[in-house]
């Protein structure tokens, strides 16, 4: 069983950074897809990033796109997503996610099989 576990959420001010750190377990990590989402108070939840197994290929959403950079260290089972240029609408509980039949990058929840707890976002105007 793959178990994902999120790190580096916090309070911050508009304009500010933060990179969340997503930690994983299991053999599929080196191999499969991953992917960062998030959901906010009463909202459904919103694709955020996604990568490759090998780390070659990435895809952001237009909402994020230029400030957001996805990265994976496949070492040492961790994912990683830096945030720039932060808006008070990026607020949310932000989750990482793992593929468990897929190598290319996704925006489709559907075709995560593993998720982690969460950690929250608070960008402040």
């Known amino acids: 069983q793959v178990q994902l576990v999120e790190s580096g959420g916090g309070l911050v001010q508009a304009g500010g950074s933060l990179t969340l750190s997503c930690a994983a377990s299991?053999?599929?990590?080196?191999?499969?897809?991953m992917g960062w989402f998030r959901q906010a108070p009463g909202k459904e939840r919103e694709f955020v990033a996604s990568?490759?197994?090998?780390?070659?290929?990435?895809y952001y959403p237009d909402s994020v796109k230029g400030r957001f950079t996805i990265s994976r260290v496949n070492a040492k089972n961790t994912v990683y997503l830096q945030m720039n240029s932060l808006k008070p609408e990026d607020t949310a509980v932000y989750y990482c996610?793992?593929?468990?039949?897929?190598?290319?990058?996704?925006?489709?929840?559907?075709?995560?099989?593993?998720w982690g707890p969460g950690t929250q976002v608070t960008v402040s105007s």
């Open positions: 990568i490759s197994g090998s780390g070659g290929t990435t």
């Open positions: 996610a793992e593929c468990g039949s897929y190598y290319q990058p996704s925006s489709n929840p559907s075709d995560y099989d593993y």
């Open positions: 299991g053999r599929t990590f080196s191999y499969y897809t």
